[in-house]
C-alpha cells in the first residue's frame, strides 16, 4: 500500500455508482488509493448481489441490516453496529437485504 497523507472525506461530495443486483439495486461511493479501497455502500430494499465474492473485505453496517451468506451454506445476519471480516480468498460469499442496509467497507491488499 502506498503512503496516505491525511484526508478529509465529505462522502456528499463523492458519486454514486449503480450496481445492479440479482434483484435490487447497490450504490457505491468509492475512494481508491494504491492497494486499498474504501466505500460506502447502498443496498435498496430487495437486493441480493449478482454475484459470489471472494474477496476480503471488513464490512461495518451502518444503517438496516443484511445477510452474507456463504456458498457452504452458512448465514450471518448483520444489523446496525455488526462487522464482518474476510481475507481473499477464504469464503465465498454474497449479500443479500430484505428491507435496505447502509455499509462501511475497507478492502485491499492488506487482506491477501
Known amino acids: 500500500m502506498s503512503h496516505i497523507p491525511f484526508q478529509h472525506i465529505d462522502w456528499a461530495d463523492v458519486p454514486k455508482e449503480e450496481h445492479p443486483g440479482t434483484t435490487g439495486t447497490s450504490f457505491w461511493q468509492t ?15 430487495g437486493y441480493m448481489a ?6 476480503g473485505h471488513i464490512v461495518y453496517c451502518l444503517e438496516g441490516s443484511f445477510i452474507s451468506e456463504e456458498e457452504n451454506g452458512g448465514i450471518t ?8 471480516i ?27
Do not use: M
Not at 31 to 45: A, K, Q, T
Not at 77 to 84: C, I, M, R, V, W
Not at 95 to 108: E, V
Open 31 to 45: 475512494i481508491l488509493h494504491n492497494g486499498l479501497r474504501v466505500r460506502i455502500v447502498e443496498y435498496s430494499p
Open 50 to 55: 449478482d454475484h459470489w465474492c471472494q474477496k
Open 77 to 84: 445476519k448483520l444489523g446496525k453496529g455488526d462487522t464482518y
Open 86 to 112: 474476510v481475507s481473499d480468498n477464504l469464503s465465498s460469499h454474497r449479500s443479500t437485504s430484505a428491507g435496505g442496509a447502509k455499509l462501511f467497507i475497507i478492502d485491499g491488499d492488506f487482506l491477501k
